[in-house]
């Protein structure tokens, strides 16, 4: 991905890698998991520091949900989510985030 913008030193190129799967369990549970890393490079040198930022970028994410629990269709969902960034102007942009929230899902 790229992403352009007027100041050099927030435009970038991010490399990544996703992988996942969705499990089946005995009782009718069923879970997803999609883990995600990245490498960010940013083309300009940061205000503050002279030298171009350079980001690492984690992300997993787990759904789990009932197969016979749904409504017209509509399946709800428990999710999970984990996001960090190492960044070599760590001061400025490293975090770690969790995120837990319920959705519905619907496929057609």
Do not use: C
């Not at 083309?43 to 970028?57: P, S």
């Not at 960090?84 to 975090?95: A, P, V």
């Amino acid at each position: 991905m790229k992403e352009y913008t007027r100041d050099e030193a927030e435009t970038s190129v991010r490399n990544s890698i996703r992988v996942g799967g969705a499990f089946e369990w005995p009782l009718g549970i069923s879970t997803r998991l999609n883990l995600r890393y990245a490498r960010r490079q940013f083309k300009g040198q940061n205000a503050y520091f002279r030298y171009a930022r350079a980001d690492r970028e984690y992300q997993s994410t787990l759904s789990v949900w009932h197969r016979r629990l749904n409504f017209w269709g509509v399946t709800p969902k428990f999710n999970w989510q984990y996001n960090k960034i190492d960044s070599n102007i760590s001061d400025l942009y490293s975090r770690a985030a969790h995120r837990v929230f319920f959705s519905l899902d619907k496929a057609f």
